[in-house]
Nanobody, 127 residues
Framework: VQLQASGGGLVQPGGSLTLSCTTS????????IGWLRQAPGKERKGISC???????????YYTDSVKGRFTISRDSAKNTVYLQINNPKPNDTGVYYC??????????????????WGQGTLVTVSS
């Protein structure tokens, strides 16, 4: 089982960036996928998650601070989950991790919920 986060980098406030979580070794459709962020000097926190294809709850979740600016999506054919970041703010800076959770009912923003993790990609929001 592998997850690889990519797409991080330096972005200006108000710009946009798309992160990718490319997976292999498991069926992406059977897993909820989450994006979690660790800001400098802070604990890792859930940002967004998308339920598995099997879930009866299909709506993604977002933490309040990113609602309306971040969009999570899944491309099963490419085994990839994306996080579109629009209008980033300096406090969006951090290492972004993607993770997989074998759950068939919705998804969760708690890091202890997740079974498999990618290595993280750094996003720096600065002018």
């Amino acid at each position: 089982v592998q997850l690889q986060a990519s797409g991080g980098g330096l972005v200006q406030p108000g710009g946009s960036l798309t992160l990718s979580c490319t997976t292999s070794g498991f069926s992406l459709d059977h897993y909820a996928i989450g994006w979690l962020r660790q800001a400098p000097g802070k604990e890792r926190k859930g940002i967004s998650c998308i339920p598995s294809v099997e879930s009866t709850i299909r709506s993604p979740y977002y933490t309040d601070s990113v609602k309306g600016r971040f969009t999570i999506s899944r491309d099963s054919a490419k085994n990839t989950v994306y996080l579109q970041i629009n209008n980033p703010k300096p406090n969006d800076t951090g290492v972004y991790y993607c993770a997989a959770d074998r759950v068939n009912y919705g998804c969760f923003l708690f890091d202890l919920e997740y079974d498999y993790w990618g290595q993280g990609t750094l996003v720096t929001v600065s002018s």
